[in-house]
């Protein structure tokens, strides 16, 4: 069975920085394009990032430009989402999602981890 598990939320102060990690178990992660999506309460499930299976980067949220950035280890089959200078307003679930490609639709990817918490606050 294809799994994602994300890890490394927290809480952090404003301004603080996070690693978030999206690890498999059944599959290799660099068989697929990788995105990252985050979803506030009461808010929609949003794309941040994403990189494809050749590294490429393709960013979704303008509101993370020059803070978050994503990453492969191949060697350690995970994908990461780096988060500096963060702010109250990056409070949300984050999620890693498998698809074939990157795309800005959640609903286009096949495979999802089931979350972690990152709340920013002081």
């Known amino acids: 069975q294809l799994q994602l598990v994300e890890s490394g939320g927290g809480l952090v102060q404003p301004g603080g920085s996070l690693r978030l990690s999206c690890a498999a178990s059944?599959?290799?992660?660099?068989?697929?394009?990788i995105g990252w999506f985050r979803q506030a309460p009461g808010k929609e499930r949003e794309g941040v990032l994403c990189?494809?299976?050749?590294?490429?980067?393709?960013r979704y949220a303008d509101s993370v430009k020059g803070r978050f950035t994503i990453s492969r280890d191949n060697a350690k089959n995970t994908v990461d989402l780096q988060m500096n200078s963060l702010k109250p307003e990056d409070t949300a679930v984050y999620y890693c999602?498998?698809?074939?490609?990157?795309?800005?639709?959640?609903?286009?990817?096949?495979?999802w981890g089931q979350g972690t918490q990152v709340t920013v606050s002081s």
């Open positions: 990189i494809s299976m050749s590294g490429g980067s393709t």
């Open positions: 059944g599959f290799r992660l660099d068989y697929f394009a």
């Open positions: 999602a498998a698809a074939g490609d990157c795309f800005s639709g959640a609903s286009l990817y096949d495979y």
